[in-house]
């Protein structure tokens, strides 16, 4: 099972640069997510999409883009990449059915990307 | 605001050693608590969950009991391996707006155990 699916695993970008961070899930969940672990920090959340067509701001929004393509899809996109944006980054999903205490979410692997 | 404290490493301990992560929350309402595993250079798994008070989550060997009255989780192990080593991430799950529910971490205790 494949489950969720980020790429690319590693990137270097100058400062400056943009990119995009890929995120597919085949669960066929409704809620998916972006979160950036710094050291000391734990995880943080960046945006969320409760389902297809809806983007929300999390905590640190700022200077990051999402887009929710498809159930399935969500991406994630730096315009002018920072070295402040150097971090590891996990998209996650969970089924969100409405019960909010049936909820769980599951992460990627991670991607690890370094602004220079 | 809501928060998830658990206790800084790293933690050191010898294999066959008794394991304990406290991990304390603030929140309004009636939290789901979790904890997340990650090995070295892996995301995170789900080790194991409880959705209401007095609820004991438990894998692995490992467990974990909601206490509403002290706003804890800990984590425990009566006997931890190797293979253990890892960070573990306390989290806690609340709702956005009514209609979503999103992760809350801790900072992560990195846990090394020796042979």
């Known amino acids: 099972n494949a489950g969720v699916t980020q790429t690319p695993k590693f990137q270097v970008l100058k400062t400056g640069q943009s990119m995009t961070l890929q995120c597919a899930q085949d669960?066929?969940?409704?809620?998916m997510y972006w979160y950036r672990q710094d050291p000391g920090m734990g995880l943080r959340l960046i945006y969320y999409?409760?389902?297809?067509?809806?983007?929300d701001k999390g905590e640190v929004p700022n200077g990051y883009n999402v887009s929710r393509l498809n159930k399935r899809e969500f991406s994630l996109r730096l315009e002018s990449a920072a070295p402040s944006q150097t971090s590891v980054y996990f998209c996650?999903?969970?089924?969100?059915?409405?019960?909010?205490?049936?909820?769980?979410?599951?992460f990627g692997e991670g991607s690890w990307l370094t602004v220079v | 605001g809501n928060s998830v404290t658990q206790m800084e490493g790293p933690v050191t301990l010898s294999e066959e050693a008794f394991l304990t992560i406290n991990c304390t929350y603030t929140?309004?309402?009636?939290?789901?608590l979790f904890w997340y595993v990650q090995y070295p250079g892996e995301g995170l798994q789900l080790l194991l969950k409880?959705?209401?008070?007095?609820d004991k989550g438990s894998n692995k060997g490992f467990e974990a009991t909601y206490r509403k009255e002290t706003t804890s989780f800990h984590l425990e192990k009566g006997s931890v391996q190797v293979s253990d080593s890892a960070v573990y991430f306390c989290?806690?799950?609340?709702?956005?707006?009514?209609?979503?529910?999103?992760?809350?971490f801790g900072k992560g205790t990195k846990l090394s155990v020796k042979p």
């Open positions: 996650a999903s969970s089924p969100w059915t409405g019960s909010f205490s049936g909820n769980t979410i599951y």
């Open positions: 669960m066929n969940h409704n809620s």
């Open positions: 999409s409760a389902s297809e067509g809806t983007t």
């Open positions: 929140a309004t309402g009636y939290p789901s």
């Open positions: 409880a959705t209401k008070a007095d």
């Open positions: 989290a806690l799950l609340m709702n956005y707006g009514g209609s979503q529910g999103n992760l809350i």
